[in-house]
């Protein structure tokens, strides 16, 4: 069954720092899907980025980039010099090609950016 | 409108009661999900649509949890006999194509609270 680990529940860093977030996942599917959702305090979770599993390529967006490794059955997200706006839960979230379209989620990591 | 609505934002209801959460996906949408989120942990899946075709309601946790679309667009989750256990956000989600590599696009969720 697939699983989704994101060990880390919460960290506080201080503006313009960076911050690694880690997300390591289990799945028996040769073809899968890895996702990363921001959820700010309003509560809508909201689509960062989409990898599928025959593409290790890294990605960067901005101050975003993300750090996908087979080998390791991990994908990291990494934000750059961090702003308070990007204070928030940040989930790591899998699917399945045999499994359906359903989402499987880590339990979230809750981002502190201070001032 | 622009995206996933879900009302009501907030739900209070007695223990016993019947309960009925809406959600209005992004016209055009043809896959349709319902995710339970409890406090400090990640969304669980409980059940998708494609089109008016409920495919999958694997992640429902008893039969008092109903959802329906019978019109391919607006979807209903009902809530029988409520329980405390059931207090938590249920969130709604929706994405353009059926297909594990789509991403899902999430409402603001309703926070339901059983006393």
């Known amino acids: 069954a697939q699983k989704v680990t994101q060990a880390q529940t919460e960290i506080s860093v201080v503006e313009k720092e960076d911050v690694t977030l880690d997300c390591v996942y289990e799945t028996r599917d040769t073809t899968y899907y890895l996702f990363w959702y921001k959820q700010p305090p309003s509560g809508e979770l909201v689509f960062l980025i989409r990898?599928?599993?025959?593409?290790?390529q890294n990605e960067i967006s901005g101050r975003y980039s993300w750090n996908f490794q087979k080998s390791t059955s991990s994908f990291n997200f990494t934000i750059t010099a961090s702003q308070v706006v990007d204070s928030a839960v940040y989930f790591c979230a899998l699917s399945e090609a045999r499994a359906g379209n359903m989402l499987t989620f880590g339990g979230g990591t809750r981002l502190m950016v201070k001032p | 409108g622009a995206g996933v609505s879900q009302s009501p934002r907030y739900k209070v209801a007695k223990r016993g009661q019947d309960v009925a959460l809406r959600c209005d996906p992004i016209?055009?949408?043809?896959?349709l999900f319902w995710y339970q989120q409890a406090l400090g942990q990640g969304p669980e899946f409980l059940t998708y649509f494609q089109n008016e075709a409920q495919l999958d309601k694997s992640g429902l946790p008893s039969d008092r949890f109903f959802a329906e679309r019978p019109e391919g667009s607006v979807s209903t989750l009902k809530i029988q006999r409520t329980q405390q256990e059931d207090s938590a956000v249920y969130l709604c989600a929706s994405s353009l194509f059926q297909g594990p590599s789509q991403p899902q696009h999430f409402g603001d969720g309703t926070r339901l609270s059983i006393l």
């Open positions: 990898r599928n599993s025959f593409d290790e």
């Open positions: 016209s055009g949408h043809v896959s």
